[in-house]
C-alpha cells in the first residue's frame, strides 16, 4: 500500500528555509508533487519531478522553490527559500499515478 509522510515542517521567521521532506515507502512512484492549502483557500499545486528528475513549478514558485529526489531513499524535497507570511499553509505531497497523498506538514512563516 502507498504511504505517503510529510515531515520538515513548523514556524520559520520570515527569510528562513524550511526543508519539508515528503517520505514515500513501498512502491516505486512516478511522477511526484507538491500542493499547499493555506487557510481559508484552495488546494494549489506547486510543482512537479518525475522519476527521470525533470521539475516543472507553478509560476508563484519560481525561482523561490525547488523540488528534488533521493530515489534510492523514496524521498522527495521541497526547498523553500524567501519564505513570507504569505507561504503559511499545511504542505502536501501526492502521487498522482496512485492517487495517494500525505497528511500534510503545517508550515507557519511569522516574526
Known amino acids: 500500500q502507498v504511504q505517503l509522510v510529510e515531515s520538515g515542517g513548523g514556524l520559520v521567521r520570515p527569510g528562513g528555509p524550511p526543508r519539508p521532506p515528503c517520505a514515500a515507502s513501498?512502491?516505486?512512484?512516478?511522477?511526484m508533487a507538491w500542493h499547499r492549502q493555506a487557510p481559508g483557500l484552495q488546494r494549489e499545486l506547486l510543482g512537479l519531478?518525475?522519476?527521470?528528475?525533470?521539475?516543472t513549478y507553478a509560476d508563484f514558485v519560481k525561482g523561490r522553490f525547488t523540488i528534488s529526489s533521493d530515489n534510492a531513499k523514496n524521498t522527495v524535497y521541497l526547498q523553500m527559500n524567501n519564505l513570507t507570511p504569505e507561504d503559511t499553509a499545511v504542505y502536501y505531497c501526492?502521487?498522482?499515478?496512485?492517487?495517494?497523498w500525505g497528511k500534510g506538514t503545517q508550515v507557519t512563516v511569522s516574526a
Open positions: 513501498g512502491r516505486v512512484f512516478d511522477t
Open positions: 519531478i518525475t522519476v527521470r528528475d525533470r521539475t
Open positions: 501526492n502521487a498522482p499515478a496512485s492517487g495517494a
